[in-house]
């Protein structure tokens, strides 16, 4: 059962710099985001998609971009990463139907020096 | 905008009774939920009240009042693996199938023998 999956776990860069964070689900939901979570903040929407090639921006969007082009995979870039970036990213997913249940990936450390 | 207040933290022995109050302001709402999340994991989903009323499962219990745009998590018979922080979410959005989640900053339960 691997559900939602995240990649990496932990990364390091440094000002400027660019990578993805990668997410993919195999329960087939047609709902996945993108949140940040930073001490006392709780958890902020980045982005969020409906569907493969359907996404839309969340509370947070800046700095960051998504795509998606299969149901499976909802991969997140961070285009010139900055320190204010550090942060745990989640990613979550829910089927179309389903309740108020997200399903959260194990989440990814990503520090910016 | 979209806005959420629950307390920052609270304290309490096992076997006692906490409750953590949530209210919102939202537009498009669909639904409340509740999640756990112990140190260094990831969210879990505990309950979700879409109408009006009392959700019970096993020792945790959740409220909804939409007149009130309140909610509450009841935890019952505590135990010490339930020191952790618990967040409320609402879901909103402008139709029934999709929606997005928007997350309180948190709750930490401390739990004392």
């Known amino acids: 059962n691997a559900g939602v999956t995240q990649t990496p776990k932990f990364q390091v860069l440094k000002t400027g710099q660019s990578m993805t964070l990668q997410c993919a689900q195999d329960?087939?939901?047609?709902?996945m985001s993108w949140y940040r979570q930073d001490p006392g903040m709780g958890l902020r929407l980045i982005h969020y998609?409906?569907?493969?090639?359907?996404?839309d921006q969340g509370e947070v969007p800046n700095g960051y971009n998504v795509s998606r082009s299969t149901t499976e995979d909802f991969p997140l870039r961070l285009l010139s990463a900055a320190p204010s970036q550090t942060s745990v990213y989640f990613c979550?997913?829910?089927?179309?139907?389903?309740?108020?249940?997200?399903?959260f990936g194990e989440g990814s450390r990503l520090t910016v020096l | 905008g979209q806005s959420l207040e629950q307390p920052s933290e609270v304290t309490a022995v096992e076997g006692a009774i906490v409750q953590i109050n949530c209210t919102y302001q939202?537009?498009?709402?669909?639904?409340l939920s509740w999640y756990q999340q112990h140190d260094g994991g990831a969210p879990t989903f505990l309950s979700y009240?879409?109408?009006?009323g009392l959700e019970e499962t096993g020792r945790f219990s959740s409220f909804l009042s939409r007149s009130d745009s309140y909610g509450y998590l009841l935890l019952q018979e505590l135990q010490m693996k339930d020191s952790a922080s618990y967040f409320c979410?609402?879901?909103?959005?402008?139709?029934?199938?999709?929606?997005?989640?928007?997350f309180g900053a948190g709750t930490q339960v401390v739990v004392t023998p």
């Open positions: 979410a609402v879901r909103v959005g402008s139709t029934d199938s999709w929606g997005k989640f928007q």
């Open positions: 329960m087939n939901h047609e709902y």
């Open positions: 009240n879409a109408l009006d």
């Open positions: 979550a997913s829910r089927p179309v139907y389903g309740t108020g249940e997200l399903f």
């Open positions: 998609s409906v569907g493969a090639g359907i996404t």
């Open positions: 939202t537009s498009g709402f669909y639904g």
